[in-house]
Structures are given as C-alpha cells and as structure tokens.
C-alpha cells in the first residue's frame, strides 16, 4: 500500500513483535477510562482498535490534555509499543497483549454527544437511518459493507476471467415490460416526456448481443416503484449477465461457478457443485413455491386417491370437479395456540384459500383434535394416518381445490409454521437448487389477460412452440431458470427471443397490439432482423446474496444508504418538495391535495 502521511500502521496490526517501536495511529477514541488519573483509550479505525496509554511520568502535558478526550473524537497518536502488564490482557482484541504509551497527541477533529451509542444493537430503525452515517461505523455494519466489497470483487474477477466485458447502460431510459411500477423522470428538454429507470437493463444488453459483444456483464442499478418488504428496495442492484451462442446448460454451470465463488470470498465456504435442480411442477408440486427451502420436509402430500370415493362432501366436489386434495405434516406443532391458528388462517386466506379457516388434524394425547376426523371414514383415517406419517404431536393441514391455490396455500403454512416453530434457527445448511421449466404465460384474473411469467423476451421451449401456436398458452414452458438459496429467489433469466417475428407473436400474445409494437419496441424488433445471434442471461440480485452471505435478515443491512419501508431516506430526507420554479420549468403541475387533518372530537 502507497505510504500514509497521517499514521504508519492501522489499529489492527501491532503485535508483540513491534514492542519497542515508535508508531503512529489515527482514528477515533472507541471509549476512554480513567484509571486512577491515568487515561487509556481505545483507538478505533475501521480494522480494528488498539489501546492507548497516557502516562503522566511519560509527558505530563499530553496526559493533562488526555483526560479531555471523549468518544469519536478523531486523534493521531504516537507513542512506543509496550507489552501489556500481566493480567491486563484483552483476549478478545487481536492487539490485546500490547498497548501504546503516548508521546504526542494531536486533536484532529472533536466529536459532540453522539445520539446513540455504537456499541449497543440499536432497535429504533428510524434512528439508526437518520444517522446512517454513525450506524456504519458500528463493527457489524462495517463488516458487512466489506463483505459486500468482497463477493462484488470476486463477481468481476470471476466474469472477467470468464471473458465476460463491463458494460455500463443508460439509467434515463425507457420504460421495460419487467412488471413493476416504472420510476418516471421528467424530461426538460422534451415537455410531457418522461424517462423511465430501468426496472434492469434487459432490451440493452440483449442489444449489445446483436451489437456482437458476446458476453456482457454489468453490476446495474435497478428501479422497481413496488411495495417495499425485507428484501426489497426501490434500487436495488443486480449483477446483470447477457452471452451470446448460449443454452441453458452453458448459463447454469457459469453461475453456479459465480455464486462458489462469491461464497468462497464472503464466506469462506465451498458451495457443492452441481447444485441440484427441480421443476417448477415439482416445486410447485412438493414445496407450494417456486423457490422452495429445502432445509426441511413436510412436503406437500398428494391424497386425491384416499378420497376418491369419499363421502365427504367438500373433498367429493372438489375431486369431481378437477381439483385435488394435497395436505402437510407439521412435525410437533401440536403446541399451536389460538393465536397463531387465527394468524395461519389469515396468511392463507391472503395466498388464495376460499374458506376462512385451514383444516387440520391434530394429534395430542393420543386424541385426534379436528372436526374432519368425525367425518372420515375408518379406512380413510387410516390410509391418512398412514401416508401424512400421522403422529402424537402432529398437526397435518388440509387443503381442497385448484391445484396452484392448494400447492401455494400448503407452501405459505409450511413455511410459516417452520418459522413460528423456529425450526431453522440453528440450520447452516446452503441448500442452493435450481427451479427450470418455468411455464412462460400466466393469466391474470385482474387483467383478463395472459401475461409474461418472466418477462415478454423469454423464449419458449422449442417443443412447446406448437402450443403457443395453438393458443394453448398455459401448457408452454419457458426457457427460463432461477437459482434459489434456502428459499430466497437470488436470480433468474433465461434463454431469449431472438427472431423478429417470434418476438412479435410473443407481444401478440401479451396483448400489445401492433402499433403499439412500433411505438415501444420497433427497436428491438428492427435489432433482431440484422444478425441477432441466439443468446441468454441471467440477472442475480447482488443486495440478497450479500445479505445471506453476511447472515442478515433484511437487504438494508448490507446497503449503505437503503430507503425505510416507506421508501424515504430519512438521512437527507428524499423524496422531497421542489420549488415550484423548477416543477414550471418542467411544465409540470401538481393536483395532489394533502388530506385534511380530521378536526379532533368534542
Ligand atoms: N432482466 C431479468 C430480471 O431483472 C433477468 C434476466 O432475464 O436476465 O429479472
């Protein structure tokens, strides 16, 4: 490293083998004790921290002017190393066996009363966010933002080394059909026109495949205006990956060498490689989801044959009608209050069940709890007990009807169980899969409409373009793929469209009528007629596997300046009211009128 002017080594780096030398040190004051007169501090830097001393016998002035020093003052020190007295050791500091005794001081900086104190786990988010910039100095928080350092680092050495080139695309760009909200961005000089941000550079850099660069790759910052949740951000950033004359076989094994080594930089762990795959049916099938934790079973149990001649009526109907009957064990949630019973209930009622409560048997004592129970009959309630592994202490749910609102409402109880009964605690377990065959449409009862279940340049398996053809949109499958981690979604892509005229039917069949093609996408329509060679990517989303890696919860641990869950920066207090010179000269006129506050009652 280059030489430094303010300091010859970082708070991290003496040891006994330096006693007697003379250094120097910079930093903050962590905290400072007075020992009987004597002062010590420790002195922080972002690597670590050492102990100083300021001896009065040593230099009478400096220790006067020590006992003026309070915590995050930033000073320079010099002194001599010293080994530490027997018995005054600090075990749990890497330079606990020395300390420095004081021979100049120099006040570089004074810090007032900070608002709260670095060294306790701070509850009051909004706080913490307020002074982001003081919640980073905590150790926690500095370990993470370096370890975000660290994978984004072994991402680009990785990709160079893969021959894959850094390309930087427009942020005022258009809008892109990837499904949320666009951002929109006035445009001054075209009035009435508006930049969208990119929800992900998708059309760029499938064009520069056309352009001929061949493997593309771009740490992007993407905008999405959507409801924000724990892994979510309004920007967010995704490392963005595009490779021409690809299948999926070439792009799997590709990320699956990116993701090893990331881990191995973050983690120090070595990712057992392949990693596994599952269709979507099968996940669907087994886990209700289409990123499925696999650190644990309850796997969702098809029943349709035990009832096919029920006499219950519910059960009956359903299978009569098409649907299915599937259910999960919980092992030992016999200990289910009322309380989280009403709170499962809620969860599947909002993920599509059509009755209000989720049925269930539970076996406690040796009693089988559950109105169903009365109503199955013998061979029923033995063929149940035998294929749900009905046990004391289980409690197995229920659910009849479509098939996708049965396998999602058994995976949303699933998982929600597992995290009331704090199952995965303790669980280190990577378990790392990918989710292939993906369907490419989906209908959307809201819009009346089929939809892209990726997005509208993901290209249909070439055995299922002869039902695309046929209108049987539901039945095509995608060339599409996600790498999940233990639940996580941590990115998704696929093999894209790159003929015209496919591209066009693809559109046609996402209801973007033709005109409105050429006004939205004559681009990329043109593009694919001069050359566009096949092609396929993937987008991994860098915020979530930063936060697993570092073993958060929340992607705002790992962003340095995240927004809080009403999409403010409450540090310099963004969004913010413009002038309204600046908003005319945008001809841009606001109709919004705040609510009036209520007048309080009499
Ligand atoms: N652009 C896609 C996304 O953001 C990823 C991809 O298909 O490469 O989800």
Redesign the pocket.
């Known amino acids: 490293m280059i030489p430094n002017f303010y300091r010859t080594h970082h708070c991290n780096a003496l040891r006994e083998e330096h006693i007697g030398q003379t250094v120097t040190l910079a930093g903050w004051v962590n905290s400072a004790r007075d020992h009987g007169g004597v002062i010590f501090i420790d002195l922080r830097d972002r690597e670590g921290m050492t102990q100083v001393v300021f001896r009065p016998e040593e230099d009478a002035e400096i220790a006067t002017r020590s006992h003026e020093l309070r915590d995050e003052d930033v000073v320079q020190i010099t002194g001599r190393i010293e080994k530490r007295l027997a018995g005054t050791e600090n075990k749990n500091l890497a330079t606990g066996t020395i300390e420095i005794v004081a021979v100049t001081l120099t006040m570089l900086n004074k810090a007032d009363v900070l608002p709260f104190h670095l060294d306790r786990e701070m509850s009051n988010e909004d706080l913490r966010m307020k002074y982001r910039y003081l919640d980073l100095r905590r150790e926690r928080m500095t370990r993470n933002i370096r370890t975000r350092h660290k994978i984004t680092t072994a991402a680009r050495n990785y990709l160079d080394t893969e021959g894959f080139i850094e390309v930087e695309t427009p942020i005022l760009s258009n809008p892109t059909p990837?499904g949320a909200r666009d951002f929109l961005v006035p445009a001054r000089m075209h009035p009435a026109h508006f930049y969208a941000l990119p929800?992900?550079?998708?059309q760029y850099?499938q064009l520069l495949m056309v352009a001929g660069l061949e493997r593309y790759f771009q740490i992007a910052r993407?905008f999405r205006d959507e409801d924000l949740r724990a892994d979510r951000q309004p920007e967010f950033t995704?490392i963005?990956?595009?490779a021409s004359f690809v299948k999926q076989d070439d792009i799997i094994p590709l990320v699956e060498g990116l993701l090893a080594s990331m881990f191995k930089a973050g983690q120090g762990v070595d990712i057992p490689l392949p990693m596994p795959r599952m269709t979507y049916q099968d996940a669907m099938d087994r886990y209700g989801s289409d990123k499925p934790d696999t650190r644990f079973g309850w796997e969702i149990t098809k029943l349709d044959d035990l009832f096919a001649n029920t006499g219950f009526k519910i059960f009956k109907n359903v299978l009569e009608g098409g649907g299915t009957v599937r259910g999960i064990n919980c092992k030992g949630f016999a200990t289910v209050t009322t309380g989280q019973m009403n709170r499962l209930n809620e969860l599947a009622v909002q993920a599509g069940l059509p009755v209000k409560a989720l049925a269930f048997i539970k076996l406690e004592n040796g009693e089988y709890k559950s109105p169903l129970w009365k109503v199955f009959s013998d061979d029923e309630k033995k063929a149940v007990t035998e294929r749900m592994d009905l046990q004391e202490g289980d409690v197995v749910f229920f659910v009849a009807g479509a098939w996708e609102m049965v396998t999602t409402v058994l995976g949303r109880t699933r998982l929600e169980v597992a995290s009331m009964m704090d199952l995965l605690k303790d669980n280190k377990a990577l378990n790392f899969l990918w989710v292939v065959d993906f369907p490419l449409l989906a209908f959307s009862a809201e819009d009346q409409s089929w939809v892209a279940v990726?997005?509208p340049?993901?290209r249909p398996k070439a055995e299922d373009v002869a039902l695309l053809d046929a209108g049987n949109y539901g039945k095509v499958r995608a060339e599409a793929y996600d790498v999940v981690l233990n639940g996580y979604e941590l990115?998704?892509?696929?093999i894209r469209i790159h003929e015209s005229d496919l591209q066009a039917k693809m559109f046609s069949v996402l209801g973007v009528t033709p005109e409105e093609q050429q006004i939205k996408f004559s681009h990329i329509l043109e593009a694919f007629k001069f050359g566009a060679p096949p092609h396929g990517?993937?987008?991994l989303g860098l915020d979530r596997i930063a936060m697993l890696v570092s073993g958060e919860t929340s992607i705002r641990e790992v962003i340095a300046f995240p927004k809080n869950n009403k999409a403010s920066d409450l540090m310099t207090d963004s969004p913010t009211n413009v002038d309204f010179k600046q908003l005319r000269e945008l001809y841009i006129q606001s109709t919004f009128k705040p609510k009036e506050k209520e007048e309080p009652k009499a």
């Not at 929800?199 to 998708?202: L, M, R």
Request: hydrophobic residues 25%; proline residues 5%.
């Open positions: 990837e929800q992900a550079p998708q850099k993407c995704q963005d990956i595009e990726h997005h340049f993901t990115g998704g892509g696929s990517g993937l987008a």
